[in-house]
């Protein structure tokens, strides 16, 4: 999966840098792949974006800077169509009108509250990054499957059987070969020869545990413990949100 990639744009270095750190967390817990970059004014992320116009997915932009304003880089790319998205940071609520022609995904104002920006990234994620097929290649065959459709996945005399609720899909890989082709913080390992996607499941124990269909799978001991992890971890997570 590609990273999503956040520009933060903010001449207060102190604010800056807890910006920086507030997001790489966020995400972090998330387990979603991400690059953060931070640009202490406009005129040095409006280079950056003239090298490499698709440089970024969501830039984060303090409204009032010294020199050029996050507003005005943003009309400024907006005319020049630029691909991502933006999301205003402000410490005056008077602003939070000004932008409405850039389409901005959300105005925050200072001081950020991590639970508000959780909430902004995360819906930008899910609405524009978020991998909503597993896409399997094997030789000539590919096999392209909506994540929330399956189930598991079961590795048996060198075959791949990708369980949904309807059906059972087969292809010449191997279970480590889909582990690393999955969108991360969806598929665990409860076995050596299965990988469970954690949204189906429904209850855990030492060496079993049922999907919400009713599916019973072994658990080995030697994941147990991860695996529990990422189960409370998820359920945790949808108390949340």
Same mark, same amino acid.
């Given at each position: 999966? #590609? ?11 102190? /604010? ?13 817990? @998330? ?8 640009f ?5 992320? %409006? ?9 970024? *997915?969501?830039?984060?932009? *303090?409204?009032?800077? /010294? ?14 169509q ?19 022609e ?16 959780? *909430? ?7 609405e524009?990054?978020?991998v ?9 065959? &590919?096999?392209?499957?909506?994540? #929330? ?6 590795? @048996?005399?060198? &075959? ?6 309807? %059906? /059972?899909?087969?292809?010449?890989? $191997?279970?480590s070969?889909?582990?690393?082709? %999955? ?8 076995h050596? $020869? ?13 060496t079993?545990?049922?999907?919400? *269909? ?15 992890? #990422? ?11």
């Amino acid at each position: 999966m #590609a990273p999503y990639r956040l520009a933060v744009c903010e001449d207060d270095p102190v /604010e800056g840098k807890q910006l920086i750190k507030t997001c790489d967390t966020l995400l972090s817990d @998330r387990q979603i792949p991400h690059t953060l970059c931070l640009f202490e004014n406009a005129d040095s992320l %409006a280079k950056a974006l003239e090298q490499n116009s698709d440089a970024f *997915d969501l830039l984060l932009l *303090d409204i009032q800077m /010294e020199g050029q304003s996050g507003m005005a880089l943003a009309k400024e790319l907006y005319r020049r169509q630029f691909p991502g998205r933006f999301l205003f940071i402000t410490g005056y609520a008077e602003y939070a009108l000004e932008g409405y022609e850039v389409h901005p995904i959300h105005y925050l104002l200072k001081p950020v509250e991590p639970s508000q920006l959780e *909430d902004v990234l995360l819906r930008d994620w899910e609405e524009h990054h978020r991998v909503k097929n597993l896409l399997l290649r094997s030789g000539g065959k &590919t096999l392209s499957l909506p994540v #929330a459709d399956i189930r598991y996945m079961e590795s @048996r005399n060198h &075959t791949l059987t990708v369980r949904t609720a309807k %059906a /059972e899909y087969n292809l010449p890989l $191997s279970l480590s070969e889909a582990e690393n082709l %999955a969108p991360p913080g969806v598929f665990y390992r409860c076995h050596n $020869s299965f990988l469970v996607n954690i949204r189906q499941v429904e209850e855990i124990e030492r060496t079993s545990l049922r999907l919400r *269909d009713g599916t019973q799978l072994p658990m080995g001991r030697r994941y147990y413990q991860s695996f529990q992890t #990422a189960f409370i971890h998820f359920i945790n997570q949808n108390i949340q949100t």
